[in-house]
């Protein structure tokens, strides 16, 4: 193959986004380089194998244009022994999507290739009988040296072996653009979309009142209990997916999703891997819900991570275990502000299950440079029977901020429920809860964060506690400051005879409470413990350290710090105003300034001293 240059081509995306929205072009036409060109008739396009090459299990097609309009289809079909059906776009031209892709061959992957461009509109739907990945990367690395190439199509060699890579070779790769579709694939299978740009925008105006599968979101991505890959790049590289999740070897690009759901759940949930720069969430939600199986991932890496009145969700219904959450951005997690259904952004991993034998809750772990819970987002993990609560393990680098809405008032002694049912929606939070009617409830999670600053303010709660069992963990561990103005941090009982939980905190420089708790209170078993350590500890006297039991013994608190009790230092001034008459007997307009005292300093003889100098003393005169 012909050694190729790297593209550069800064006004390729500009030129792509403008095109990509034209009216389009009813035609699916084929190019010749793996046959004879020719227009196909439609509106009804048939596909069959004679129309591409065949190598082993891969079926390859070249088209020269390749779009569908909302009344038009494009069949794909073939021998039963082909594994993949792999099409290219060579003309230059972006795709647009807006009818029906349908593969009548029995499991077979169906790779779609246009490095200028891909729309998937209104009307787009699939049909398809194994996964389905859209893609505008310029070549397809395939096993054995192979390469199926669209950017430069002479430069392909095709073989018998699987597709192991999606390569980029300009700057700016092409945009993926979905508008208000509804993407699915069969069970157990995997929907791709993998290019530049990812654009999922949903119009709320446009939802269909018959809609029952989660109506209140317009767009759609679907892969019961399968996978959905999702990977935007800013630059050469490949992206690479495998057992584990996606590799890519290139800057991460933009993911913006408005109004979309975008899900894995079933019978036994699958995995969600997206990966990208910046990754915002707008008014949608990443769902991973099983049923009576355990529940699946959802691995977020990106640079910059935001949810506005979004949430990203792993809820296990029956005996199988909590999902896993893994939160990896490089800069900055964003949460704030509530969806068009009035709920406020979360992340959340639970189980709810009424027999002994229901699942634990799972893990949420999230690293970033800065974390930011606002408005009453939140991360939960909570269990609903007999299940243990999970775990939650939070790295913020610099600094960790959960801040409520300040009209908030919530008692110290209510256990919050972690899920968007809390109908406290302003109080800002992390939560590893447990409760059940009986008294077998799991013990709650444990919260494990480990950051420079930690500031909660306004109404915001830490809390691992629970209903009818023991309560959980929560292990703090902080370089600089931590801060709670009313807030709290509680592991505390509400009832039965379950133990209140630990709370463990060191060791920062500061800590400082102005009307700030922690709470690991019991009911009928023992009081937690509280071991707080820093170099300095300051508290207002309506802060609380409690760790009593209403029944049983009470729990130790135990403080390695110079405690610093404010109340001893202030004090109430005086009310009322000074009497200021006696000092100011006569007005100033009858004084007589002939004879007032003059006080003056005298400059030093010689030069005049530079601005900059630094002036000598002179005599002090007065008279």
């Known amino acids: 193959m012909k050694k190729r240059k790297k593209m550069k081509s800064p006004l390729l995306l500009t030129i792509t986004l403008l095109t990509i929205s034209l009216p389009i072009n009813a035609e699916i036409t084929l190019d010749g380089t793996l046959g004879h060109s020719s227009t196909l008739p439609g509106p009804d396009y048939l596909i069959d194998a004679d129309l591409g090459q065949q190598h082993g299990g891969n079926l390859f097609h070249s088209f020269q244009d390749f779009n569908l309009r909302s009344f038009e289809s494009a069949t794909f079909s073939g021998p039963s022994h082909i594994q993949n059906v792999i099409s290219r776009v060579t003309g230059g031209n972006p795709s647009q999507i807006d009818g029906l892709i349908r593969s009548t061959i029995p499991n077979a992957d169906m790779y779609f290739l246009n490095p200028y461009g891909i729309m998937f509109g209104e009307n787009a739907q699939l049909d398809v009988q194994g996964g389905f990945h859209a893609s505008t990367a310029d070549y397809l690395r395939l096993g054995e040296g192979g390469q199926f190439d669209a950017r ?37 299978q995997t929907l791709s979309l993998i290019g530049g740009e990812l654009v999922m925008n949903g119009d709320l105006s446009s939802n269909n009142e018959l809609e029952t599968f989660h109506p209140e979101y317009p767009l759609k991505l679907f892969a019961e209990f399968g996978r959905i890959n999702l990977a935007s790049i800013d630059s050469s590289g490949e992206v690479i997916p495998n057992e584990t999740g996606l590799v890519i070897n290139a800057k991460g690009g933009k993911i913006t999703t408005h109004n979309a759901w975008i899900g894995v759940s079933g019978n036994g949930a699958g995995n969600i891997f997206i990966r990208g720069g910046d990754f915002k969430l707008l008014n949608s939600e990443l769902e991973g819900d099983s049923l009576d199986e355990d529940s699946g991932i959802i691995d977020v890496q990106v640079d ?28 900055n997690f964003v949460a704030s502000g509530v969806s068009a259904t009035g709920y406020p952004s979360f992340v959340f991993s639970g189980t709810e299950g009424l027999l002994d034998n229901a699942g634990d809750a799972g893990q949420i772990e999230i690293e970033a440079r800065q974390i930011k819970l606002l408005e009453g987002a939140r991360i939960g993990s909570l269990t609903i029977g007999a299940g243990k609560g999970g775990y939650i393990n939070i790295k913020a680098f610099d600094n960790l901020t959960i801040s409520g809405k300040p009209e908030v008032n919530f008692g110290y002694n209510q256990i919050d429920s972690s899920t968007s049912n809390d ?40 809390t691992s506690s629970t209903v009818n069992s023991g309560g959980g963990h929560i292990e703090i561990t902080a370089s600089n400051l931590i801060y709670l103005q009313n807030a709290r941090m509680t592991t505390a009982v509400k009832s039965g005879t379950g133990s209140g939980g630990d709370i463990t905190v060191g060791t920062p420089s500061f800590i400082v409470l102005n009307n700030g708790r922690f709470i690991a209170r019991a009911d009928a078993g023992h009081g937690g413990n509280i071991h707080i350590q820093s170099d300095q500890f300051i508290k207002s006297s309506d802060s609380v350290i409690n760790a009593s039991s209403r029944l049983g013994l009470d729990g130790e608190v135990k403080i390695d710090s110079p405690v610093m009790d404010m109340n001893g230092f202030l004090v109430v001034l005086p009310g009322g105003l000074l009497d200021a008459s006696h000092l100011m007997k006569t007005p100033c307009n009858q004084r007589d300034v002939e004879n007032l005292s003059h006080f003056f300093v005298k400059p030093s003889e010689g030069a005049r001293n530079s601005p900059e100098d630094l002036l000598p003393g002179g005599a002090l005169l007065g008279n």
């Open 152 to 188: 430069y199509p002479n430069d392909s060699l095709l073989t018998i072996a699987p597709v192991e890579a999606f390569g980029f070779l300009t700057d700016t790769p092409a945009p993926i653009k979905i508008e208000n579709s509804k993407l699915y694939v069969p069970n157990n």
């Open 304 to 331: 910059n991570l935001i949810l506005q009145g979004s949430e990203i969700s792993t809820d296990t219904h029956g005996i199988g275990q909590g999902g896993k959450i893994l939160l990896k951005v490089a800069n």
């Open 423 to 462: 109908l406290n929606f302003g109080i800002s939070g992390l939560f590893a809860n447990s409760k059940s009617k009986e008294h077998n409830a799991g013990h709650a999670g444990e919260i494990s964060i480990q950051t420079k600053t930690l500031n909660l303010t306004e109404h915001s709660v830490i």
